[in-house]
C-alpha cells in the first residue's frame, strides 16, 4: 500500500533551537515530494524536490531529498516562535496521485 | 487575485440533512480535489477532477458526490451526513499537465461538524 510517514508527530522547541523533521515514503512511480507548512488554515506550499542529494533552501528552512532510502528531511534553524505550524509532507507520484503524511506539529517557545 | 474560494466556511449540521459545499477557481486550473484533514490522519483525498465532466474516487470517497459542469466550479455533495463526516475539508485546484506536478492552490477549508 501506498504510504507516507512522518516523525516525529510532535516536536516542541526554544527559540534559537534547529530541528530536523522527516518524511518516507513508499509508493510506485514516485514523481515529486513536498512540503507544506499549515498554520491555522490552508497549507502553503515551501518546497518540491524531484532530485536525490539537490538541497533546496529558502532563508532558515532548507530540504533534501534521498530517492534511494526514500525519504526526505526538512530543516529549520535558528527557530522562531512563527515557525510553529503543522508541516506536511506529500508526495506525487503515478502520473496523478499524492499522498499526504500526518504531519509534524511544531512547537516553538519563546 | 488568483484563488481558491470555498463556501460556507463554517457549518454546523444535522444527521441526514443533505449540504453542498461550493469550491470555485479563477486561474483556469484543469485540475481540482477535495480533501479532508482529521488530527493525526493528515489530509486524504475525497475526490478528484481532471476536467470538465471527468471525476474520479480518492481514498475515501463515501458518503461524499462531486459535479464538474463548469472548469471553474468543483461542488462537494453530502447526500445524508454522518457524525463520522465531521472534519476540516479542503478545496484545492492546480494545472494539470499530464504526469508532472505544478503546485497546488488550496482554498481556506470549510469546518463541518455534523450532529
Known amino acids: 500500500e501506498d504510504k507516507v510517514v512522518q516523525s516525529p508527530l510532535s516536536l516542541v522547541v526554544h527559540e534559537g533551537d534547529t530541528v530536523t523533521l522527516n518524511c518516507s515514503y513508499e509508493v510506485t512511480n514516485f514523481r515529486s515530494l513536498l512540503w507544506y507548512k499549515q498554520e491555522k488554515k490552508a497549507p502553503t506550499f515551501l518546497f518540491m524536490l524531484t532530485s536525490s542529494g539537490i538541497e533546496k533552501k529558502s532563508g532558515r528552512l532548507s530540504s533534501i531529498l534521498d530517492k534511494k532510502e526514500l525519504f526526505s528531511i526538512l530543516n529549520i534553524t535558528a527557530t522562531q516562535t512563527g515557525d510553529s505550524a503543522v508541516y506536511l509532507c506529500a508526495v506525487f507520484y503515478n502520473n496523478n496521485d499524492m499522498r499526504f503524511g500526518a504531519g509534524t506539529r511544531l512547537t516553538v517557545k519563546p | 487575485e488568483a484563488q481558491v474560494t470555498q463556501n460556507p466556511r463554517y457549518l454546523i449540521t444535522v444527521t441526514g440533512k443533505k449540504l453542498t459545499v461550493t469550491c470555485s477557481q479563477n486561474?483556469?486550473?484543469?485540475?481540482m480535489s477535495w480533501y479532508r484533514q482529521d488530527p493525526g490522519l493528515g489530509l486524504r483525498q475525497i475526490y478528484y477532477?481532471?476536467?470538465?465532466?471527468?471525476?474520479d474516487k480518492g481514498d475515501v470517497p463515501e458518503g461524499y458526490k462531486v459535479s464538474r459542469k463548469e472548469k471553474r466550479n468543483f461542488p462537494l455533495i453530502l447526500e445524508s451526513p454522518s457524525p463520522n463526516q465531521t472534519s476540516l475539508y479542503f478545496c484545492?485546484?492546480?494545472?494539470?499537465?499530464?504526469?508532472?506536478?505544478?503546485?497546488?492552490?488550496f482554498g481556506p477549508g470549510t469546518r463541518l461538524t455534523v450532529l
Open positions: 486561474m483556469n486550473h484543469e485540475y
Open positions: 484545492a485546484s492546480r494545472r494539470w499537465t499530464g504526469g508532472s506536478y505544478n503546485e497546488q492552490f
Open positions: 477532477s481532471m476536467n470538465v465532466e471527468v471525476t
